[in-house]
């Protein structure tokens, strides 16, 4: 049986993705190993959101070929497959096959014909009608969580990002694929699902298929009651589009327990004249018109975000406002990115008088401000008790347990019995930068 290494890079949906890759591939008499030293075959799943990121795959792909071992085949998933197709094959020498975002669901074939002895296999085609969305439990990055992508793709064209030129146009995958799917996961095992999308709430399938019996004021926040409806214990969603925010999801987090109390809505700047430039859409005014509603809620929700800073000629007023909207929202936490230009959109174009070093300056004092509102929000935690997940136990010992709350705050913890895959409540005592610690009650 040959043995498949899968390394993934970048989003949550590349590690769904893989998730389902390797499905596949077990079923097709494949074997996932976690070793690459072993491995007949290696799949990198590849993310091209910043210059960095695809750095990443040229480094790796070196490493492999010129590591002592016998010489595995080599396969790139994912968008800079589907960006960069066979032009790959130049640029990295050593790479068998590459496939694109949507044709994942073909690997098994793709590696076939490898194995074959075709040279420079590549597909970038579309995803099949009838493409099966599960994931086996033997194959999930979690036994208690999993990942359930409900709209793939991107219609946004932010002028900054690539995500829309290598996972294409938005499309949903109908209610009733995905209740069909939580319930089935709930029957596993599975505590906690995270419905993803590029922007989970401009879901908006073809059908009305499995969402009749739920009223709302948009399709997702419909979807969401009918995944509530489900009874599985926890549900999480990301990432939000702002523009796309309707208040009804707060409503819904209201209504069902088990709609988490976390909203990931990423603002990029603070000020309107870049979030224009950027196309993003929403205006700093109709944003913290969402974010008082947000914080109004009956349920206290957890508030995240990801920020660009040194988008093409951001001034350092524009930059001031950032820092402004940052000391109001007071994130609970948020990605910060320094702007990394995408050939081929149309920030690339723009010719940027700001120097490297002022952007890096302007991201170093974001950084601060913002470590200061995390500490400030980890620390109202501490003597209360929260309910956690027990995701894992520590390897070092078995009275080490790390897991999250409802509102996705890391919580390590001590506890004298196996709780692993429950649900239980655990005492804060201290806060740490990043995390929460505490013992269970
Ligand atoms: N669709 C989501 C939204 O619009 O908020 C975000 C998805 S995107 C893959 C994740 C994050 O990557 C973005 O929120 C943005 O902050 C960051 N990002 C995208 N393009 C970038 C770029 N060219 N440079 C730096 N960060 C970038
Ligand atoms: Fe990229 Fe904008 Fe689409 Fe988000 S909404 S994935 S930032 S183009």
Known sequence: ???????????????????????????????????????????????SVREKAEHKLYTRVGQVRNSKRKKPF????????????ETLFKKIPGIDFVLGTQAVGRVGGAIERVLDGQKNVSDLGVREENYDWTTTETQRHSPFVAFLPVIEGCNKFCTYCIVPFSRGREKSVPADVI????????????????????????????SEAGLENFSGATPFSRLLRAVAATGIERIKFNTSFPRDFHSD??????????????????????????LRAMRRGHTIESYLQKIDKIKNSRRKISLTT?????????????????????????????????YSERPGTPAAQISDEITMREKTNRFKKLETIQKHNQIKSLQSFVDQTVGVLAEKM????????????????????????????????????????????????
């Open 74 to 85: 080599i396969g790139v998933l994912g968008c800079v497959a589907q960006l960069e197709g």
């Open 179 to 206: 209740v069909r799917q939580v319930l089935q996961l709930r029957r596993q095992g599975v505590r906690e699902v995270h419905l993803i999308g590029q922007n989970v709430n401009s879901y908006r399938p073809q």
């Open 306 to 338: 990801d920020i660009i800073v040194g988008f093409p000629n951001e001034t350092e007023r524009d930059f001031l406002e950032t820092v402004k909207l940052v000391e109001y929202c007071e994130y609970d936490s948020a990605y910060i990115f320094k």
């Open 394 to 441: 520590s390897s070092k010992s078995s009275e080490h347990f790390s897991g999250h709350t409802t509102c996705h705050k890391v919580v390590n913890f001590i506890s004298n019995r196996d709780v692993l895959g429950k649900i239980v409540n655990v005492k804060i005592t201290e806060s740490k930068s990043n995390s929460l610690f505490g013992i269970i009650c």
């Open 1 to 47: 049986m040959k043995k498949i290494y899968l390394e993934t890079f970048g989003c949550q949906m590349n590690v769904s993705d893989t998730e389902r890759v390797a499905t596949l591939l077990e079923s097709n008499h494949f074997e996932i190993t976690p070793n690459e030293e072993s491995a007949d075959i290696v799949l990198f799943n590849t993310c």
């Open 249 to 274: 999801i707060i409503c819904a987090i209201n209504e069902y327990e088990n709609l988490c109390n976390w909203v990931h809505l990423p603002v990029q700047s603070g000020s309107n004249q870049i």
